[in-house]
């Protein structure tokens, strides 16, 4: 309570000082710091993967006092997200605005047709990469991928059932590329969240789920559910035990099981167009500082991210790469918006 | 969509008409929703309904149950009441007008500043308060209100012009 | 007893006088939370979450969770008081403590509602403490068929309830399906009704439509009947606490039900939203005062608010247990977990049991401190109704107004409150019943995505709603309920026995 006195007393003293015309600005020599409170988009819902690294994020800059102003997690999840890219865009300049995103970065526009493109933003860094595994109960008769895979193909077209998050989203994504490959069929099922999604497939209700580890890891945990195989080109790197058994690092990639598929979701940071090359690099600074925390070191060894950091030209190399695998994959699926 | 409900400035308009009026744009709506989820597709499909089905059949309910509002509202026999007295109208609108004015207002204004010109004019116009009593409410509500939400609660509401200077 | 033993540990940890302290900030927060409709649980949540970083895990989350409770209880009082639903789960609170309010009996609303939020409480932590392992097992077979079984039943039981034009009842059901479809299909990712608007994509949320529709159209309302609350003045003294206490009682059939069905519903996930409104329409269906309730009968606050404050209770079991958050400030809260590093799951009972039975223990205390606060300030509360309108009238747009925004930060939902509120003056000048709209408007996206996942499930056939036991045992209570009042009727026929043949419960 004290600490909201405080606050307010401060923001009072302020308004009091800016009335009295007083209220010395930074000199402008100095490298660019935020002069308002910082807004951080989420396009998703409260709770979600996006949601959760966002408010991680705001408790470590508050925690470490990173910035000097305060930052403010924003949810705006309507139209799959589509809420929160266009008003980043219809921010154009504004430095004091961030975006945190998932492949409906890419998927909401080929998906919808609304009409918003990442180039519409200006990337700041990527900070993880998000993995995929191939779920399946603990008590399923298949041990391996292709297994899998082999009976769901003997058991007929839409006789198994695969559970994900969302529609002609990253899950369907994956659960069509897995089609196009081997020619099995599931019957897609869509779900509001991971969490929903792992507990469907816990209480058997669908065959197997493309979860994130940190939707899956605690069923894991539990013995109800079995990792087949991760949709990386290399294996996650943690060898610590998470089971009694198996570490992250003995699951083996689809790819070992003659699944050649690779997918990974963007968990990226973008500021709306046009804002000054300071603030970028300001920004840029202020994650490399997130990532150094040891709460931030703690949260990406829950959710076995993939913690590949990048910036500036290599990171929009990769963006650009990464919007044309999916149009490639939704195209092939068939995802795309109808043209009305 | 809905807006034309409102249309009664007149306060002369009887139940019977605006019964009618609201029928009617009730199924006018449900004729629209249903043209729309027709091309989206409403039928039966292999893996269930399809996106447009059950709304579709949703809009076709509501456009037989206001048909039939309609059809009961129309015949001259019941006594003609007013829909609402014209003198007990007009606070109504004393309360509409100025509320629709605040949000366009506090469209280019923010939410605080439109706040404090609304509860003056309210207060001053239809309480006919003095200016010793409506100076504080309407100042200080707006105040409370950006500490509560801005600065505690860190939820970031429209601002305008005078919050912005103020580094918000 | 393993269970009271883990309890009596958790009291232990639970019961310090900073812990105590804690609660006491986070029920206030909350009940602020709670008033204002603009401030959901999660922004409390979010806004305190920093500040736990440096307090044990399980001193957090019993502040965090404190906010919780006080948000459940926090909002029935602007539904009280001004029609004005601060929170989604108490728009059922209304249909009888406005009426309540109006009459001047706002002090036995509030003390009813309050001690009903406790007792749904109490009831769902007692069967969180000692049933939670088989509630968990038994949650898990929720799948998308019986998720929706558990819709119709929730619709079946408050169907047919209002008088009036059936007519004009289904019309406005049918309108609140209608907008509940508009945006993008969770099912197969297509836009719906949004005619080329990018702003329509959002869709209509649930809490625009009812700030609208019940908050702003009574104003007009009162607006039009002269400027007053009618019923005027309210009596302000304690004891109003006790005479309440006194009368409640006489419902403890109402109350378990509704604790039933709260705990029930808080599980399965259907969430304390549709708890209360089965509730508050079971009540009114099985209760003799039933043809009494819309009118302020004090039973049809005590049936919403113990089912609302059970489900929000019992919904944090899943949360733990199964990582699935029942709501955004639920979700919040399952951030805060990792954050200090605990992974909600099923191996946090295990592996955590201090932070789990702190956890309960401190749900036992907050609820027994968050009702101590609550209670006191039920004649402050009051007290409001005797600012003249000309204030509070243009100040409850204000936050009426905020609270629209903040549901999706959007300016748009400014104006379609309004124009919900000019909806909602008409309607009810027309009588065309407000209830069912909004009920569809909450189950409508809910429901229909449940059908077609279970479409999808079993390659389009209808007989999955009849497929196993529990299915097929909630599809037909469902159809029991709908059809009640015939099979009630036909049943004191037969007694009577002037119609012995007919035994058939047709419509």
């Known amino acids: 309570m004290i600490d909201f006195l405080k606050k307010s007393l401060a923001a009072l003293s302020v308004a009091v000082l800016a009335g009295a015309g007083i209220l010395v600005t930074a000199s402008p020599a100095d490298a660019w710091e935020p002069t308002r409170t910082v807004e951080f988009i989420v396009p998703a819902g409260a709770g979600g993967g996006a949601d959760q690294m966002a408010r991680m994020i705001q408790g470590i800059v508050q925690k470490h006092k990173l910035i000097p102003q305060s930052m403010v997690v924003i949810n705006k999840s309507g139209g799959a997200g589509a809420d929160g890219f266009l008003d980043v865009k219809a921010s154009k300049g504004n430095p004091h605005k961030l975006i945190i995103t998932l492949s409906n970065l890419f998927t909401t526009p080929l998906a919808t047709g609304v009409p918003f493109n990442w180039t519409d933003l200006t990337p700041v860094a990527m900070l993880a990469l998000d993995e995929f595994v191939l779920w399946v109960p603990a008590d399923a008769p298949y041990k391996t991928a292709k297994e899998y895979v082999d009976a769901a193909k003997k058991a007929g077209p839409g006789k198994f059932k695969m559970a994900g998050t969302g529609s002609k989203q990253e899950d369907q994504i994956i659960t069509a590329a897995v089609e196009q490959q081997t020619g099995a069929k599931f019957a897609y099922v869509p779900f509001k969240g991971g969490g929903t999604v792992a507990k469907q497939l816990v209480g058997k209700h669908v065959n197997s789920s493309v979860n994130n580890p940190i939707e899956g890891v605690s069923h894991w945990r539990a013995g109800n559910l079995r990792p087949l195989c991760v949709f990386d080109g290399q294996r996650i790197a943690l060898k610590q035990k998470i089971t009694k058994e198996m570490s992250w690092n003995d699951i083996p990639t689809c790819k070992e099981e003659g699944l050649d598929i690779e997918y990974l979701m963007l968990r990226g940071i973008f500021m709306p167009g046009g804002v000054p090359a300071d603030a970028v690099d300001y920004y840029v600074g202020l994650f490399k500082k997130v990532r150094e925390t040891p709460e931030w070191k703690q949260f990406m060894g829950n959710g076995a991210f993939n913690t590949t950091f990048m910036s500036g030209k290599e990171y929009r190399d990769w963006v650009a790469k990464a919007e044309t695998t999916h149009k490639s994959l939704m195209t092939k699926a068939g995802f795309l918006a109808a043209k009305k | 969509m809905s807006e034309s409900k409102g249309e009664s400035e007149h306060g002369g308009v009887s139940v019977r008409t605006l019964e009618i009026v609201v029928a009617a744009a009730l199924m006018g709506l449900a004729a629209v929703v249903m043209y729309d989820n027709w091309i989206t597709g409403a039928r039966w499909g292999a893996d269930g309904p399809q996106a447009g089905y059950f709304p579709f059949y949703v809009a076709l309910l509501m456009l037989i149950s206001a048909g039939m509002v309609l059809l009961r509202a129309l015949p001259l026999a019941a006594p003609r009441r007013r829909f609402v007295e014209p003198s007990k109208f007009r606070p109504v609108l004393a309360l509409l007008i100025p509320s629709m004015v605040y949000v366009v207002f506090a469209a280019y204004l923010g939410v605080y500043v439109a706040a404090a010109i609304y509860l003056t004019y309210f207060m001053f116009v239809v309480g006919r308060y003095k200016a010793a009593v409506v100076a504080p409410v309407a100042i200080g509500v707006p105040i409370v209100l950006f500490l509560l939400f801005e600065v505690w609660f860190l939820v970031p509401l429209p601002k305008g012009p005078l919050e912005y200077w103020l580094g918000y | ?507």
């Not at chain 3, 297509?190 to 990018?198: A, D, H, K, W």
Request: glycine share 12%; proline share 6%.
């Open chain 3, 1 to 507: 007893m393993e269970a009271v033993d883990s309890l009596f540990h958790g009291f232990a940890v639970a019961l310090t006088a900073q812990n105590i302290m804690y609660m006491v900030v986070g029920i206030l927060l909350g009940v602020l939370i709670g008033v204002l409709p603009g401030l959901g649980g999660a922004n409390g949540v979010a806004i305190l979450l920093p500040l736990t970083f440096s307090m044990s895990p399980t001193s957090a989350i019993i502040m965090l969770s404190c906010i919780y409770w006080g948000a459940l209880f926090g909002g029935a009082i602007t539904s009280i008081l001004f029609n004005i639903p601060g929170e989604p789960w108490s728009v059922a609170t209304t249909f009888d403590g406005f009426p309540m309010a109006r009459a001047g009996r706002a002090g036995e609303a509030l003390t009813a509602a309050f001690t009903s939020s406790f007792v749904g409480a109490l009831i769902a932590v007692i069967v969180l403490t000692f049933l939670a392992p088989i509630i968990a097992e038994f949650s898990l077979r929720f799948g998308p068929a019986e998720f929706f079984a558990v819709q119709l039943l929730t619709f079946c039981s408050f169907v047919g309830l209002g008088g009036g034009s059936p007519w004009k009842t289904v019309a406005s059901m049918m309108l609140g399906f209608a907008l509940a479809a508009v945006g993008i299909d969770t099912v197969t990712g297509q836009l719906r009704m949004t005619f080329g608007s990018v702003e329509m994509i959002r869709g209509f949320d649930f809490l625009v439509a009812v700030i609208g529709l019940f908050g702003v159209g009574e104003i007009l309302l009162t607006m039009e009947e002269g400027l007053a609350f009618k019923g005027e003045r309210p009596k302000i003294n304690a004891r109003v606490v006790l005479d309440t206490w006194k009368e409640l009682p006489r419902y403890w059939i109402t109350s378990l039900r509704g604790a039933f069905i709260g705990c029930w519903m808080g599980i399965t996930p259907g969430g304390a939203t549709p708890a209360s409104f089965m509730s508050y329409g079971l009540a009114k269906r099985f209760s003799k005062n039933g043809p009494q309730f819309g009118s302020g009968h004090i039973e049809g606050v005590v049936a919403p608010e113990t089912a609302a404050h059970a489900a929000g209770t019992s919904a944090l079991l899943p949360m733990l247990t199964l990582g699935i958050p029942g709501s955004p400030t639920a979700a919040v809260l399952l951030g805060g977990l990792l954050i200090w590093g605990l992974q909600p799951g099923p191996m946090l009972f295990i592996e955590q049991p201090d932070f789990v039975w702190g956890l309960i223990a401190s749900m036992y205390l907050g609820n027994v401190v968050g009702l101590i606060i609550v209670l006191t300030t039920v004649p402050w509360w009051a007290a409001i109704l005797r600012v003249p309108f000309s204030v509070v009238g243009p100040v409850i747009v204000v936050i009426c107004s905020i609270g629209a925004y903040t549901v999706h930060n959007a300016f748009l939902d400014i104006v379609l409150m309004l124009v919900f509120g000019v909806v909602g003056y008409v309607f009810k000048k027309l009588q065309y019943p407000l209830a069912p709209l909004v009920l569809a408007l909450v189950l409508g996206d809910m429901a229909e995505s449940a059908f077609r996942q279970s479409m999808i499930l079993s390659g389009g056939s209808l007989s999955i709603f009849w497929s196993n036991g529990l299915v097929s045992s909630i599809t037909a209570l469902a159809i029991f309920v709908l059809f009640w009042p015939q099979i009630s009727a036909g049943i004191a026929r037969l007694v009577s026995g002037r119609a012995a043949k007919q035994n058939s419960p047709g419509d």
